[in-house]
C-alpha cells in the first residue's frame, strides 16, 4: 500500500487502493485491513526519522514532504524547472540525437530556422557536446549527446532510442483530420 500511495500523483482513496491490490494479488482485502495498515502507515511516518508525512486529502492519501523541508523541496523543484526544455530546444536535440556527429548547418537544413540559441542552451545543459570539427569547408564544429543526455532521458545508450519509423505521425497531431 505504501508504494501505491507514494508512486500516485494524486491522493489514493481506499477503495482504489482495495481495487488495485486486490487485481493485482488477485485476493479480497477488508477494508478494516487497508484502514490498520494506512493507520500504521500514517503512523510510522509521523516520526521525526522521515521527512515525508502521510496526508489525508480529497478523500484519499498521499504522500507529502514536511513543512520542515518545504524550502528544500522549493529550491529543488525550481532547480528542476530551469531544466526543462523548450519545443526548439528539444527539436534540435532529437535531430543531434538521431543524426550524431552533426554540424550546425545540418541541423538548421532540417529544422528551416536558425538553431545557435537552441545549441547554445543545449551546451550549457550539458546535453551535448561539440564532438570535433567536421572536413566540410569552413570545418563546422560537430555536435553530438552527452552522458548527460542518457540521464536526462533514462536511457543507457542510443540504440535504445525509439527507431524513427516507430513512431506514428498520427500520434503527433494536435486537433482533428477532416475526412472529405
Known sequence: MEAVIFCA???VTPEEIRLGLSDNFQTELSQELIDSVISDLV??????????ELMESG???QFLSKPAFQSSVSAMWKQKIKKRLSTSALETLSIIAYKQPVTKPEIEKIRGVNCDYAVQKLLEKE????AGKSELPGRPVLYATSRRFMDYFGINNLSQLPDLKEMNPEENVIGETSEE
Open 127 to 130: 546535453l551535448i557536446v561539440m
Open 43 to 52: 503512523t510510522k511516518f509521523e516520526s521525526d526519522d522521515s521527512s515525508f
Open 59 to 61: 478523500g484519499g492519501y
Open 9 to 11: 500523483s494524486e491522493p
